[in-house]
């Protein structure tokens, strides 16, 4: 196989892979908005805090693929931790 023949089939190779991490991008980018798109109208229809916590766990824990754990203070709480 002559030089230019490879350097040909290396950037078909290159191009190939750039349009697999292209189509896997937008297929992460597209599960990011369907998952927001849900905590939105989940968080919208939540009727009380213990909903909208666990509402907002899920969907932080499918936007960053880890365990996730969410804590509420009151603002009573707040001020007298920080010196609010």
């Known amino acids: ?3 230019g023949e490879s350097s040909v089939a290396m950037m078909d190779q290159i191009r190939g892979d750039h349009a697999l991490q292209s189509n896997a991008a ?3 980018i597209f599960m990011r908005a369907t998952v927001l798109q849900g905590y939105s ?3 919208v229809a ?3 805090t213990n909903a909208i916590v666990s509402i907002t766990s899920q969907a ?4 960053f693929q880890v365990p996730v754990v969410v804590m ?5 709480c707040r001020d007298a931790c ?3």
């Open 46 to 48: 939540a009727d009380n």
């Open 60 to 63: 932080l824990a499918a936007l």
């Open 26 to 28: 937008c297929s992460h």
């Open 72 to 76: 509420l203070a009151s603002s009573r």
């Open 41 to 43: 109208r989940d968080v």
């Open 82 to 84: 920080y010196g609010g």
């Open 1 to 3: 196989m002559a030089y």
